[in-house]
């Protein structure tokens, strides 16, 4: 009886191996293609690009991938999210209020991070907008990325308010949207110039400037 069930035993090893080295494989692939992607953009990066430098033959690649399209909506999916997870750890802070919007502007930790920010000269937002511009649809994932949140975030700002820590003589909700595009603005200059470390320094006086404004 023990004998006649060694060979499904190795079988569902093989199996599970086997399923482990797909797996693998795509993710290498996914990995390898946002690097190639942020480094070279959409129009300059082939799936040949993708699979020599991963030393995966093209076959394996049409395995797990139609097109390059394909890979490159995953590659986008996952800015999203990474940019949407960054927020909602931030919106996580129970700290205090001070505490809770100066967060917001310390692209440092998101540096240190990322999956994408390694180095803070890739080209994320060219990455971003060349998605949007060659498939439309992509639009709302960015926007759902970005302004999910604005709810959770108007929300903290106004019982800050109530509470009488924060003055009540401007919206919650465009002081939301104001602080996301201030922090979207930041990452993006750092992007073009490079210069991460000047730019957090200028970030964090303007997070500074802002809670002066915004204080009782």
Avoid at 81 to 91: C, P
Avoid at 104 to 130: E, G, L, M, R
Avoid at 187 to 199: A, E, H, K, Q, R
Wanted: glycine share 4%; net charge neutral; aromatic share 14%.
């Amino acid at each position: 009886m023990y004998i006649d069930n060694i060979p499904n035993v190795w079988y569902n090893i093989y199996i599970i191996n086997l399923e482990e080295i797909i797996m693998s494989t795509k993710d290498i692939l996914i990995q390898e293609a946002s690097k190639q992607f942020l480094k070279k953009g959409y129009e300059k990066t082939s799936i040949n690009d993708i699979t020599a430098a991963c030393n995966i033959t093209k076959g394996a690649f049409y395995h797990h991938f139609n097109n390059k399209d394909e890979i490159f909506m995953i590659v986008f999916d996952n800015i999203c999210a990474e940019i949407k997870e960054w927020y909602l750890n931030r919106l996580k802070n129970k700290s205090s209020i001070e505490q809770f919007i100066k967060s917001f502007f310390n692209y440092d930790q998101y540096i240190k991070n990322s999956n994408f920010f390694k180095n803070i000269n890739v080209n994320i937002y060219t990455v971003i907008a060349d998605g949007v511009r060659r498939f439309p649809e992509l639009k709302s994932k960015i926007y759902t990325a970005l302004y999910s949140i604005l709810p959770i975030f108007k929300q903290r700002i106004k019982t800050a308010q109530k509470q009488g820590v924060l003055k009540e003589d401007f919206d919650p909700e465009v002081f939301a949207f104001i602080i996301i595009n201030l922090i979207e603005g930041g990452m993006f200059i750092s992007t073009l110039t490079g210069d991460n470390v000047s730019i957090d320094n200028k970030c964090e006086m303007v997070a500074n400037t802002i809670w002066n404004l915004i204080k009782k």
